[in-house]
């Protein structure tokens, strides 16, 4: 049992307790996707494995805002970030709501989500704070199945490091 008396629960436990809904369906790369009837909320549970880290991600995707988890190595929640666009300029702002601060990793990978989206964002991550290899590669996991998943189109001979994605 952890602190404040919250169970951690492996992510396998977690993609079976969806499966137990029996609204989900799994994907040939182990994914596990849930949605409901009217395409307002998708599911999508996926386990990777980068440098001997295993890297679990949990993505809920709502009509205008993404929630997506992190977690290395274990299931805990870890810090989570609200991250939005903001007028006039284009800019993001992010804060923290929960633990963490804005040098933490998952700060990093909400902005630049809001900016290859345009969506909302809500990010919770526990990789470790001096990882950047590892926040990289968790980063593009995520972009990778978001992409995967039609919810994020690249344009003809768009660039993928620039903001000029389709949602």
């Known amino acids: ?3 404040g008396g919250l169970v951690e629960e492996p992510s396998a436990d977690v993609v ?3 499966g ?3 609204i989900s369906s799994n994907g040939d790369d182990g994914t596990t996707t849930s949605s409901n009837d009217d395409g307002g909320v998708e599911l999508t ?3 990777e494995v980068s440098d001997d880290v295993t890297l679990h991600f949990q993505i809920i995707r709502l009509q205008k805002q993404i929630y997506a988890w992190i977690g290395c190595n274990s299931a805990k929640f870890g810090h989570l970030y609200a991250a939005a666009p903001t ?3 284009n800019a993001v702002s992010v804060t923290n709501i929960l ?3 804005s040098d933490n990793a998952g700060s990093g990978i909400a902005r630049r989500l809001v900016l290859k989206t345009g969506l909302n964002v809500i990010l919770a991550c526990n990789i470790p704070k001096n990882s950047p290899m590892l926040e990289a590669d968790a980063e593009k996991m995520l972009v990778r199945k978001l992409i995967n998943l039609g919810k994020l189109h690249q344009p003809p001979g768009g660039d993928p490091k620039h903001h ?3 949602v």
Do not use: K
């Open 1 to 3: 049992m952890a602190p």
């Open 16 to 18: 079976e307790a969806v």
């Open 20 to 22: 137990r809904l029996g």
């Open 45 to 47: 549970c996926f386990t």
């Open 87 to 89: 007028r006039p300029n």
């Open 99 to 101: 633990g963490g601060g």
């Open 164 to 166: 000029s994605w389709i």
